[in-house]
């Protein structure tokens, strides 16, 4: 029997779980919900509907998991909470400062409902998690690194297409090269914020606007570029389109951490990952954790539940055995 899927959102993440679906045989996908007109989304799936996000409760006997794909800000903090009335739903809450808040939230509901809720599921937060909570285990004696990049940050490249004169944009999130070295030499440095990542913004300026003071203005701004040495190109909306359409991202953790009775060995564990497109590849693990939800579900759970919570082999397609005989 195959997993049923509804997927409520269809932006880029939405269309990467409508691509995940398709590659993982024991999913189908059922339904897509979307604020918009119904009419106006057209999806890939020939012969699956779409419907209004007001008609995602009368499907709720039809679907078992729903996934969320709205965004961190404003929309999974209402959404993940409500769905978990009614569906299993997994979501990719991204604001990790936020995310004990919003695991309060969603339990309260999923356990009244009887449901399994998967929150922040995605790569970060999401499998760099896990390898930093392994790395942690393994090495209790050592130092945590987390480099993102070099790759398209949305979020900040939404800030910058917030300033006043600009007409399009994109940042990138770029790893500092000389903080990798020392990192992977051994050295466990204490990094500041700037010393681990520069910024580097495309901006794609109005006719006639000010160049200088928006500079001036992003480099200046906020939670966002203030703390880094950021870097801003004005070009052409042309080459904005022909060399930053792309989504890719990426990143490393690393966890450098000392053995033995007087700490007399180093080592190093590192996780990485070089992603072409983003929101794909977020699409993929949420779809193994799809699965995972279902999976528990179907066992008994219930609740608000992480990576954390997961056993690896609820996230695979293949039988026990076959992991053992395979993968072990």
């Known amino acids: 029997m195959s997993i049923r899927v509804g997927i409520l959102g269809y932006g880029n993440l939405g269309r990467g779980i409508e691509c995940a679906v398709k590659q993982n045989a024991d999913m ?24 209004h996000v007001d008609e995602a409760v009368n499907m709720k006997n039809d679907i078992d998991v ?14 993940t909470k409500e769905y978990a009335k009614y569906f299993n739903v997994v979501d990719s809450f991204d604001t990790h400062a936020r995310i004990p808040e919003h695991f309060e939230a969603v339990n309260e509901s999923a356990v009244k409902n009887n449901k399994v809720a998967l929150i922040s599921v995605g790569w970060d937060p999401g499998m760099f998690s896990l390898n930093r909570l392994y790395a942690n285990a393994i090495l209790p004696n050592g130092s945590d690194y987390t480099f993102w990049g070099k790759g398209v940050s949305q979020g900040h490249s939404d800030a910058i297409r917030r300033v006043e004169g600009v007409a399009d ?14 990192v992977r030499a051994g050295e ?33 701004m ?31 953790v690393i966890r450098s951490g000392r053995t033995g009775w007087n700490e007399e060995n180093n080592h190093i564990i590192e996780y990485s990952l070089k992603l072409d497109s983003n929101p794909e590849f977020t699409a993929a693990v949420i779809a193994a954790y799809a699965r995972a939800a279902y999976r528990m579900s179907k066992e008994g759970m219930k609740g608000c539940k992480t990576v954390f919570d997961v056993a690896p082999a609820y996230l695979s397609p293949v039988s026990g055995e076959e992991l053992r005989t395979h993968l072990l």
Not at 33 to 51: C, M, N, Q, S
Not at 172 to 180: F, G, I, Q, S
Not at 193 to 210: F, I, L, N, P, S
Not at 226 to 252: C, R, W
């Open 28 to 51: 189908e996908l059922v339904a897509v919900f979307t604020r918009r007109d119904p009419a106006t989304v057209k999806i890939l799936h020939e012969g699956v509907k779409v419907y």
């Open 66 to 79: 729903l996934i969320l794909c709205g965004g961190s800000a404003t929309d999974l903090p209402e959404q």
């Open 169 to 182: 944009g994109k940042q990138y999130t770029v790893p500092v090269e000389d903080a990798l070295r020392r």
């Open 188 to 220: 466990n440095p204490k990094l500041t914020t700037r010393e681990m990542h520069t910024r580097e913004c495309y901006v794609v300026a109005k006719e006639g606007a000010d160049k200088a003071r928006i500079e001036t203005e992003i480099k200046n």
């Open 222 to 252: 906020p939670n966002y570029f203030a703390d880094y040495d950021t870097t801003v190109n004005f070009i052409s909306e042309e080459e904005l389109q022909a060399n930053h359409s792309g989504i890719p991202h990426g990143g490393f």
